[in-house]
Nanobody, 126 residues
Framework: QLQASGGGLVQAGGSLRLSCVVAGGTFVSYVMGWFRQAPGEEREFVAAISWSGGSTYVADSVKGRFIISRDNAKSTLYLEMNSLEPEDTAVYYC?????????????????????WGQGTQVTVSN
């Protein structure tokens, strides 16, 4: 249902844009977000966005560098990543909250994920 793409290998200071296509017109009115998991680490929240796009929340670790957006006409979620650092190396996952919390950015931030996309690898080299 969630198909992420756009990962790759980039040098520190570079940029990447991840995309996540929502198949089948699902998750209408849902908050959507991105998480990441580095090797040996727990999966962590990165960013979330409301259905309208009018509200966003970005983790402190990426604030000022990452921008989340969505195009509902294309059923696509984006994560623009700038000034990438080696510490950003991880598998990135798009996610939708459980239905009960479908409009709550705070719930997604706290990990109430109902659906995960497959991951896309981002590797940042020195």
């Amino acid at each position: 249902q969630l198909q992420a793409s756009g990962g790759g290998l980039v040098q520190a200071g570079g940029s990447l844009r991840l995309s996540c296509v929502v198949a089948g017109g699902t998750f209408v009115s849902y908050v959507m977000g991105w998480f990441r998991q580095a090797p040996g680490e727990e999966r962590e929240f990165v960013a979330a966005i409301s259905w309208s796009g009018g509200s966003t929340y970005v983790a402190d670790s990426v604030k000022g560098r990452f921008i989340i957006s969505r195009d509902n006409a294309k059923s696509t979620l984006y994560l623009e990543m700038n000034s990438l650092e080696p510490e950003d190396t991880a598998v990135y996952y798009c996610a939708a909250p459980i239905p009960k919390y479908r409009t709550a950015i705070s719930a997604l931030q706290r990990g109430y994920v109902g659906t995960w996309g497959q991951g896309t690898q981002v590797t940042v080299s020195n």
